[in-house]
Nanobody, 123 residues
Framework: QAQLVESGGGLVQPGGSLRLSCVASGFIFSNYAMAWFRQAPGKPLESVSF????????SYADSVKGRFLITRDNDLSTLSLRKNSLTRDDTAVYYC????????????????RGQGTQVTVSS
């Protein structure tokens, strides 16, 4: 059974940094593109970043471009998201997602999602 487990969330001050991790199990991680989504209170799920199965072609939402960095380690079946220059607008639950096909920004293009990790940006 495919499973994704996120970690690394927490409370951080504006301007601070955080690194999220996601450990995959139950499927061949290196065969699948992966992505990070987030959901802020009262808002729909939002695509944050995407990376292909080989670790290339990263893409980012305009709101995080230049501040976030997505990487993966296929040997460790781990997906990461390095987040810098955080703002209050980055406050959300962040989810790691396994890509099944389709438009990369569409949540329906993913068939497995982790339980999420809360990131709160506040002074």
């Amino acid at each position: 059974q495919a499973q994704l487990v996120e970690s690394g969330g927490g409370l951080v001050q504006p301007g601070g940094s955080l690194r999220l991790s996601c450990v995959a199990s139950g499927f061949i991680f290196s065969n699948y593109a992966m992505a990070w989504f987030r959901q802020a209170p009262g808002k729909p799920l939002e695509s944050v970043s995407f990376i292909n199965a080989y670790g290339g072609s990263p893409s980012y939402a305009d709101s995080v471009k230049g501040r976030f960095l997505i990487t993966r380690d296929n040997d460790l079946s781990t997906l990461s998201l390095r987040k810098n220059s955080l703002t209050r607008d980055d406050t959300a639950v962040y989810y790691c997602c396994k890509f099944k096909g389709g438009p990369i920004r569409n949540p329906l293009s993913y068939d497995v999602r982790g339980q999420g990790t809360q990131v709160t940006v506040s002074s």
